[in-house]
């Protein structure tokens, strides 16, 4: 696991996944590193099922929406790629000048080249760290797109022990602080 630049964290629901990617953007900002990306939060619309979420800037603190109110004639599916696209492209700046990317996941979009792939692409591209999360059914899409990347369990010591794997190659003298 250490020293691999892409990780995936598995094994939980989206909203523990969630909840512990947010909590190490901010203690590895507390830290010092510069961090940007997404993650997913819960919408207040709590009488969905589907889609009460939206994906919220780390920097900026932006919220996008990630699913439309009904689905298209087409599809029953409520995913808003254009919000999602919208998400990626506020971060896509940041992503050069960042020690480590968060992206709230890879899913239905980014296995077809859309949502957040744009972001998963550069940050690849120039060897930033990215921490992410990947459903089970998606696993394939992931491998063809990450095939080195680690595995994490949602467990904030395991998220640490990643980081800190990558503090020699990328991010330098800086140290990741625990996740905990």
Known sequence: MSGKSFAAIVGAETSVIQ?????????WRD??????????????????TCGASVLRNIETG???????????AHTSC?????????ACAS?????????????SKFGKA?????????????????GKPTLTSVAPKFHYFWRRFAPEAAFVQPDCKQI?????????????????????
């Not at 909840?19 to 203690?27: D, F, H, I, V, Y």
């Not at 409520?78 to 919208?86: A, H, M, V």
């Not at 971060?91 to 968060?102: A, E, G, K, R, Y």
């Not at 640490?160 to 905990?180: C, M, N, P």
């Open 19 to 27: 909840s512990l990617l947010t909590r190490a953007a901010g203690e």
């Open 31 to 48: 830290s010092g590193l510069k961090v940007c990306g997404l993650v997913e939060v819960l919408s207040k619309d709590s009488s969905r």
């Open 62 to 72: 932006e919220t996008f929406d990630m699913f439309l109110k009904e689905a298209p």
């Open 78 to 86: 409520l995913l808003d790629e254009l919000g999602i696209i919208n």
């Open 91 to 103: 971060i896509m700046d940041s992503v050069p000048q960042s020690d480590l990317v968060i992206l």
């Open 110 to 126: 980014e296995a077809v080249g859309s949502g957040l792939f744009d972001a998963f692409e550069r940050a690849s591209s120039l």
């Open 160 to 180: 640490e022990q990643w980081g800190r794997g990558l503090q020699h190659r990328a991010l330098g003298q800086v140290a990741l602080t625990k996740v905990a």
